[in-house]
């Protein structure tokens, strides 16, 4: 959420740093409800100025043994009136709450212009990519070939875009669960957690998925309860409404969940295999710094999930999301892209993203400067590291041999029993 001081202040600037997000933000309505806000607050502090000096006049005609009978009875009308206008200022204050919770977040001034997904900037790449001397397999063909993805039966017992993995493709998964989270807590720095995978609306509005994306998540009826599109919403909001020791910070945490997406726009996209599904496994990764550090955290939060690929020997490329493919609470936002042979392009597996302050005003989260009495908004970024799935995919895609049998990754071997291949 962005902060409706500076939003006031910098009405112009805002306005022309979102409209290069490629979406209309109107913010007229914004700003009328705002001066609304303001003439209401300045006739209430001159109302309640003008009760205080009569209640001192009040009193000291009592001292006095004075009439008062007139000023009481006037000091009546001025306190209903302040009432009402208190009363006007939370309705008001409410509905302003509600519109800028729909404005997104400004990108940075290196985010570069662009419209859509054709206008991002390749940053780099990494690592040659397969030579085949046979026409490679998609990895939905190749999983069922192998028995090791059942998408007929998946369906079977939930419906479109859900999966079953068996055997070797079920050991696959938590391997790289394992290999994953054994990675960023033992060389990164990471420390893990398990949170909860259903959250109530207050979490989830804290990291920006509500009010302006329910339609996209699943909710148990009956409930505030929703299931989590990220573990980055349950890791984020760890810290809700508290305040940070700035010399514990930065804070770093790590964790697995099942994540859960409607997916909803997405139809007729991947439809089938494992690329696009309404449920899936993730590693996140989450960060909480001092702002002045946030930026040259993300290099590093996004270096940490290019490792994963690098130890895997998956080539990839990094590429910047340009303002018009930028998340609606990201600032900035690297996309990690792998190789996979059997769609002959390259998909995306990790989103790193900077959200500056916009979640954590969203959460309240903030820090006590060391020395200080005063609190700031810490920075909170995030990064999938990695989706366990697409990894799975591209394992097997980039991993596949002319017999059909797959070549499991020399990192993975110790956490497969040793296994070298599938089968």
Request: charged residues 30%; aromatic residues 8%; hydrophobic residues 35%.
């Amino acid at each position: 959420m962005l902060d409706v001081k500076y939003l006031r202040e910098n009405i112009d600037q805002v306005s022309q740093r979102l409209s290069l997000r490629g979406e209309k933000v109107d913010l007229s309505r914004f700003m009328e409800i705002e001066e609304h806000r303001r003439s209401l607050l300045v006739k209430g502090e001159s109302l309640k100025s003008e009760r205080n000096k009569v209640n001192d006049e009040i009193a000291r005609l009592k001292k006095e043994r004075g009439d008062t009978t007139g000023l009481i009875s006037r000091m009546k009308g001025v306190s209903d009136e302040i009432k009402k206008i208190d009363g006007r200022i939370s309705e008001i204050s409410e509905e302003l709450e509600g519109i800028v919770s729909f404005i997104p977040n400004i990108p940075h001034e290196t985010v570069p212009a662009g419209m859509s997904d054709k206008d991002n900037i390749e940053v780099r790449k990494w690592g040659a990519l397969p030579a085949f001397d046979f026409t490679p397999v998609d990895h939905a063909d190749l999983g069922e070939k192998l028995g090791i993805l059942d998408f007929a039966r998946g369906a079977k017992l939930a419906g479109a875009r859900f999966s079953l993995s068996v055997g070797a493709g079920a050991q696959l998964e938590r391997a790289l669960i394992n290999f994953m989270l054994d990675l960023h807590t033992t060389e990164h720095g990471y420390t893990e957690v398990l949170p909860p995978f259903m959250v109530n609306s207050k979490t989830m509005t804290g990291t920006g998925q509500l009010p302006k994306f329910a339609a996209d998540l699943f909710k148990v009826a009956e409930t505030d309860y929703w299931l989590i599109p990220t573990a980055e919403v349950p890791v984020t909001n760890i810290y809700q409404d508290e305040i940070i020791e700035e010399e514990d910070l930065p804070i770093y945490r790590c964790a697995y969940t099942p994540c859960f997406r409607k997916e909803a726009g997405s139809y007729g996209k991947d439809t089938r295999g494992l690329i696009r599904q309404h449920q899936f496994n993730k590693i996140e990764m989450v960060k909480f710094t001092r702002p002045e550090e946030s930026y040259r955290e993300l290099e590093k939060l996004t270096d940490n999930a290019e490792e994963v690929l690098r130890r895997l020997g998956l080539p990839y490329r990094v590429v910047v999301l340009c303002t018009g493919d930028l998340g609606f609470s990201s600032a900035k936002t690297y996309d990690i892209e792998v190789w996979l042979p059997g769609q002959n392009s390259y998909r995306e597996i990790s989103s790193c993203s900077n959200y500056e302050d916009f979640q954590a005003r969203r959460a309240n989260i903030k820090y006590r400067e060391k020395g200080k009495k005063g609190t700031r908004l810490v920075h909170t970024l995030n990064g999938s590291g990695l989706a366990v799935g697409r990894t799975a995919v591209a394992i097997l895609e980039n991993y596949q041999r002319a017999d059909g049998s797959v070549e499991i990754p020399e990192a993975l071997r110790a956490y497969m029993n040793g296994r070298t291949s599938i089968p």
